[in-house]
């Protein structure tokens, strides 16, 4: 096999320039749309928290209604809860259950590098299918929280995205710091926000 | 821009700098180093998915390295390597590792791009431009991992190398900061400190308060990195400074793979940079790859006390 040498140098000219040009289109992806820095060639290793440090929570909800004390400690790297009367309980996959769990898991995992509208909903209905095999809640909101550090402030804090699923539909309800405002008044934000989207 | 370079244009430009001729030895040499790294990486494989299933797989690939190893049939031991790599990737998807998709784009280098050996004619100046592309590479790889650290923010205000200390991982640069800390802070009399620190476990913000020298630590490391990471690709493009570059990217690299314990990546990078010190390339790709090799076996040996990066 032999490439014709001008061939070769249209094919090195088109490597530089995507070499060149690829890392910037990434970094516009990751400040923006919820892309790792860590993934897809960008060089953006160590920039950002590893994406296994992100914990992911999704929170089936019986209805629209967030009560404040809903969002809960976070633990190890993902959880499923349900809200029951007002209270949190950890939901497990039985027996049955195990194809739609290691799928709902598979795309948990790819959503650590990817975070779009699409996957999260791909999510829920995994969660919901393991969870839940005779129908499930209404709504689910679902969080990605990540641990932040203000070096100079002295604090260490979350900072978490909000995401609410309700008819097939993923609506971003947005980003909340815990160095800025308490975890009560996120709740209480992250109520209005849903309760806005039915306006 | 100068006149010379106004005349060439950027296609111009880009190709007399992608056609700057290197020794003959050099690219032969980094071919056969870099297989070998791979056949070594693939090694790791039974412990990264835990079945057994993946031996058929490394004998393979030990198959395609002896091929590729060879002057005449090269490119087929290339392609299958490069297959292979492709495979990797596709099965780790989106949570592929960066350095996989370099290593993939080194292997489409070496088999696209014809031999001095295979093409007497026009061979020179394909060596010479997957040479160059290789360099290109490894310095974008810094120069843009800088950048990243810049816009992105967390190494500006030393938080990425401080929340090592709140990491419950047992290995890599969690260990090394937390390491270093307790030195530091024994050299200033502080009271040893009981790691992971407590984050923030809920939305709550916790209070942290470190001391003064802490702080200084956290931003001139942050800073440091950031700035040796942009240093490099600038001192080697400026011909001048190419030599200081040179070897300031040597250490750059390795204090990463040290302090991070990324060496897979750094044996990798370490053959890249290589690829810039034109004299005795057959020594110096021995040289590394016997180190590499003490450094797998080692590994190997201690099965799963070492964690796989």
């Not at chain 1, 070096?151 to 539909?169: M, W």
């Not at chain 2, 992608?18 to 180093?33: D, K, N, Q, W, Y």
């Not at chain 2, 060879?70 to 596709?90: A, D, F």
């Amino acid at each position: 096999m032999k490439i014709d040498i001008q061939w070769q140098i249209r094919i090195a000219l088109a490597l530089a320039l995507v070499l060149l040009v690829w890392p910037v289109v990434h970094m516009a992806w990751s400040l923006s749309f919820g892309l790792s820095s860590w993934k897809l060639a960008g060089w953006g290793m160590y920039a950002t928290n590893h994406p296994f440090y992100m914990h992911q929570k999704v929170i089936f909800l019986p209805e629209r209604d967030l009560p404040v004390q809903a969002l809960g400690p976070f633990r190890g790297i993902s959880q499923v809860v349900e809200l029951t009367d007002g209270e949190l309980r950890g939901l497990e996959a039985d027996e049955a259950s195990q194809d739609a769990d290691s799928a709902a898991r598979r795309i948990e995992r790819d959503l650590r590098a990817i975070r779009s509208k699409h996957g999260i909903g791909q999510l829920v209905d995994a969660w919901g299918e393991a969870m839940y095999p005779e129908g499930r809640p209404c709504c689910a909101l679902v969080l990605f929280t990540e641990p932040r550090l203000d070096v100079l402030g002295g604090r260490a804090y979350r900072s978490t995205t909000a995401f609410y699923h309700e008819q097939g539909k993923v609506h971003e309800l947005g980003r909340y710091r815990g160095d800025q405002v308490d975890e009560a008044e996120i709740a209480r934000r992250i109520d209005r926000a849903i309760e806005e989207l039915g306006s | 821009m100068t006149t010379a370079t106004a005349a060439l244009g950027w296609r111009g430009v880009l190709t007399h700098g992608l056609t700057r001729s290197v020794p003959e030895e050099l690219m032969p040499a980094f071919r056969r180093f870099f297989v070998i790294h791979i056949f070594l990486q693939s090694l790791k494989l039974p412990r990264v998915e835990q079945t057994t299933e993946v031996y058929p797989w490394i004998g393979l690939v030990f198959i395609a390295v002896v091929v590729a190893c060879m002057n005449r049939l090269y490119r087929i031991g290339l392609l299958t390597l490069l297959l292979y790599k492709l495979w990797r990737i596709v099965e780790d998807f989106p949570m592929t590792a960066n350095h996989m998709y370099l290593e993939t784009l080194i292997l489409f280098v070496l088999l696209v791009f014809s031999d001095r050996r295979t093409d007497p004619e026009h061979g020179p100046k394909a060596e010479a431009m997957s040479a160059n592309l290789v360099q290109m590479s490894i310095l974008l790889v810094y120069f843009y991992s800088g950048v990243q650290k810049i816009v992105h923010g967390m190494w500006l205000s030393g938080e990425h190398v401080a929340l090592n200390l709140y990491s419950f991982v047992p290995f890599g640069m969690p260990v090394s900061v937390q390491t270093f800390y307790r030195w530091i802070g024994s050299l200033f009399d502080e009271p040893a400190v009981e790691f992971p620190l407590r984050g923030a476990s809920g939305l709550n913000a916790v209070e942290q308060a470190f001391p003064g020298w802490a702080i200084a630590l956290f931003l001139i490391t942050g800073w440091l990195v950031i700035l040796s990471e942009l240093l490099v690709p600038l001192c080697v493009a400026w011909p001048r400074t190419r030599r200081f570059g040179v070897w300031l990217m040597l250490v750059v690299q390795l204090g990463i793979g040290a302090f991070a314990w990324e060496t897979e990546f750094m044996f990798a990078a370490v053959g890249c940079i290589l690829l810039f010190f034109h004299k005795r390339p057959v020594r110096n790709y021995s040289v590394l790859l016997v180190l590499h090799v003490i450094w797998s076996l080692s590994i190997l040996l201690m099965g799963s006390k070492v964690p796989t990066l």
